[in-house]
């Protein structure tokens, strides 16, 4: 049986000691990378695959807050395929708007197959480090995610909160720590992001990503 979960849009069942998450689909009938469509209550549900987004992964691993919400106007910086993002759309429904930023044009070709189908996205080829020559394309925002494999991500993280996020609004960064220094301990190179992002913004919350996401960790940060 599929339930609310506490966090805003997002489900749940319980399929032996497992959790399983859902997101109602934005598109019916239509799934994004595999995922299994589940009828029940009149409504369609996407199962939401822990091992292929870490948003989800954060969500399994505790978190009761991720800061996104329906309606919401959302800046997703490294939106690759559109795994994650996917779901993003169904959490902030056909009111809600995405702006999908990503610099590799062969997943942003995939992306905009998708937003034929899901309109609430806008696909965007762009480096997110160049916040000046994108700016002109996006509007403030109510949250913002960023999943993007380079070494000065929390630098693109910080620029991109201060020009485009709202006051009180949130900030989920997905930190690759392989990408950021592979010759020390992810660990360690979680300390220092902490201490990065506490000079500009207010840390919510902090989780590890094991077992379903390698030397990975999400920070869900508030703008003050």
Request: aromatic share 8%.
């Amino acid at each position: 049986m599929i339930r609310k979960s506490k966090i805003f849009e997002v489900f749940e069942s319980e399929q032996g000691k497992r959790k399983q998450l859902y997101t109602i689909n934005l598109a019916p009938g239509q799934n994004v990378y595999g995922e299994k469509l589940v009828k029940e209550n009149e409504l369609e549900y996407r199962e939401w695959d822990a091992f292929k987004s870490k948003l989800a992964s954060c969500i399994l691993k505790g978190s009761l807050n991720i800061g996104i919400r329906k309606t919401n106007v959302v800046l997703y910086l490294g939106s690759a395929s559109g795994t994650t993002i996917s779901h993003v759309s169904d959490i902030v429904g056909s009111e809600g708007f995405i702006f999908a930023v990503d610099i590799a044009p062969r997943v942003m070709r995939d992306l905009v197959f998708l937003c034929y189908k899901r309109k609430n996205i806008a696909p965007i080829l762009a480096d997110a480090n160049k916040v000046n020559i994108i700016k002109e394309r996006i509007s403030a925002v109510d949250a913002m995610y960023q999943d993007v494999a380079q070494k000065n991500q929390v630098e693109i993280f910080l620029k991109n909160a201060k020009l485009f996020l709202k006051n009180s609004g949130y900030a989920l960064l997905a930190v690759k720590a392989r990408s950021i220094d592979v010759t020390k301990q992810p660990k360690q190179i979680f300390r220092e992001v902490k201490e990065k992002l506490e000079q500009a913004l207010t840390i919510i919350d902090y989780r590890e990503l094991e077992p379903f996401q390698k030397d990975h960790c999400m920070f869900i940060c508030k703008k003050n």
